[in-house]
C-alpha cells in the first residue's frame, strides 16, 4: 500500500503571497489531518477533514484553510504569507471510523512540505 | 486545557537502555502515542497505550499510568539509528483526528 504523499516537498515563498498543498492520504483512509511543524513550537494541529468536512480546527488565524475532496486527497491554503509561517507542514491520514470518539486514531505521516517565506 | 510535558534533550551511549519520560494533562483520555522523528523525516508511530502497564515491543517498551497522568518509552540495547526526536502525543476525547503533541525529546545516541 503506498502512503501518505505530499506535494510539492520544498516551497520558496515572499510576503503576501499565498501558496496551497497537497496531501494523498492512504487508499482507504478517510480522516486527513494537517500539522505545522516548527523548531519553536513542535507540533501543532491544524485542522482535520474527514468525508468532505472540517471536523477539528486548531488555533490558528483564518489565513489558513483546507478541504478535502470526494476522493479523501486534501488541500490546505495559507493565504498572504508572514515569515513566521516558515515550517514544516505535515500532512496524517488515519482510518478513522465515523464517529469522532474512535478510540484508536492512529495517524500515518507524510514526508511534509518544507514551507520557507523570505 | 490539555498538556504535555517531556524532556528537551537526551544523551545516551550505544547499548544502554534509555528511558524517556512524558506526563499529560487531559480532559477525558483516549490513549496515547509515542513516534519517532529522524531529522528531516516524517514522524512514524511507535506504539499507542490505552490500558495502565506496559507494552514491548523489541527494543521499544512504553509504559502508560492514567491514574498519575504518566508514561515512558524505554529503548533498550541503543544504536546509532536510535539517534532522533521522540514524540509523545494524545489525541483529543471526542475529536477524532486531534491529536496534541509534546514538545518531543532529541535522543542522541554516542558511540
Known amino acids: 500500500k503506498a502512503g501518505v504523499t505530499q506535494t510539492p516537498r520544498y516551497l520558496i515563498k515572499t510576503r503576501g503571497q499565498q501558496v496551497t498543498l497537497s496531501c494523498s492520504p492512504i487508499s482507504g483512509h478517510r480522516s486527513v489531518s494537517w500539522y505545522q511543524q516548527t523548531p519553536g513550537q513542535g507540533l501543532q494541529f491544524l485542522f482535520e477533514y474527514f468525508s468532505e468536512t472540517q471536523r477539528n480546527k486548531g488555533n490558528f488565524p483564518g489565513r489558513f484553510s483546507g478541504r478535502q475532496f470526494s476522493n479523501s486527497r486534501s488541500e490546505m491554503n495559507v493565504s498572504t504569507l508572514e515569515l513566521g509561517d516558515s515550517a514544516l507542514y505535515l500532512c496524517?491520514?488515519?482510518?478513522?471510523?465515523?464517529?469522532?470518539?474512535?478510540?484508536?486514531?492512529?495517524?500515518?505521516f507524510g514526508p511534509g512540505t518544507r514551507l520557507t517565506v523570505l | 486545557g490539555q498538556n504535555i510535558d517531556q524532556p528537551t534533550e537526551m544523551t545516551a551511549t550505544e547499548g544502554a537502555i534509555v528511558q524517556i519520560n512524558c506526563t499529560y494533562q487531559?480532559?477525558?483520555?483516549?490513549?496515547l502515542f509515542w513516534y519517532q522523528q529522524h531529522a528531516g523525516e516524517a514522524p512514524t508511530f511507535l506504539s499507542y497505550n490505552v490500558l495502565d502497564g506496559l507494552e514491548e515491543k523489541g527494543r521499544f517498551s512504553s509504559f502508560l499510568s492514567r491514574s498519575k497522568g504518566y508514561s515512558y518509552l524505554l529503548l533498550k540495547e541503543l544504536q546509532m539509528k536510535d539517534s532522533a526526536s521522540y514524540l509523545c502525543?494524545?489525541?483529543?476525547?471526542?475529536?477524532?483526528?486531534?491529536?496534541?503533541f509534546g514538545q518531543g525529546t532529541e535522543l542522541s545516541v554516542k558511540p
Open positions: 487531559t480532559s477525558g483520555f483516549n490513549g
Open positions: 496524517a491520514s488515519s482510518p478513522a471510523g465515523t464517529s469522532a470518539s474512535s478510540s484508536y486514531n492512529e495517524q500515518f
Open positions: 502525543a494524545v489525541p483529543i476525547y471526542n475529536q477524532g483526528g486531534k491529536l496534541i
